[in-house]
């Protein structure tokens, strides 16, 4: 009957290990990443406030580089970097206590949580990140500033 079996079993191979559910990409649950998300509409209203926050750029060194701007006030770095920067200004005189949030270009946000979860693992208490990153802080026209050259 099915001579040629093995292509049909790697298919339902492959379609058993993908997500059954049909959630966004920017949908992921707090619970197995152990940080905590902020909206775009939550941080315009940050700015809007002039809460202070302290805002990370995470996005790859490419993505960055290919970028015009960036969130206003935002400090650009590298994640696989982030811990090395943490012994240096601004981030090592930064007090604990101090609201961060971090943001990517990532289709899941996989960088920002990344980095998120670095800078709770070394003492900071206020951290979370950009649900959607920065292709949702573009789409909201959230306040940007060109990105330093260079």
């Known amino acids: 009957m099915l001579r040629n079996w093995k292509p049909f079993a790697f298919l339902i191979a492959l379609l058993a290990i993908l997500p059954l559910s049909a959630a966004g990409v920017n949908d992921v649950p707090k619970k197995t990443t152990g940080v905590d998300l902020i909206t775009v509409e939550e941080l315009k209203a940050k700015f809007s406030a002039n809460e202070a926050v302290v805002i990370l750029d995470v996005r790859g060194s490419e993505s960055y580089a290919n970028s015009d701007s960036k969130i206003k006030g935002a400090i650009h770095v590298n994640v696989r970097k982030l811990k090395f920067r943490l012994g240096f200004a601004p981030l090592k005189d930064m007090p604990k206590d101090r609201e961060l949030v971090t943001y990517c270009a990532c289709p899941s946000d996989e ?40």
């Open 111 to 150: 960088a920002s949580i990344r980095a998120a979860q670095i800078l709770l693992e070394n003492g900071f208490k206020k951290v979370r990140a950009l649900k959607g990153g920065w292709r949702e802080w573009q789409k909201a026209a959230g306040p940007v500033e060109p990105r330093p050259r260079g």
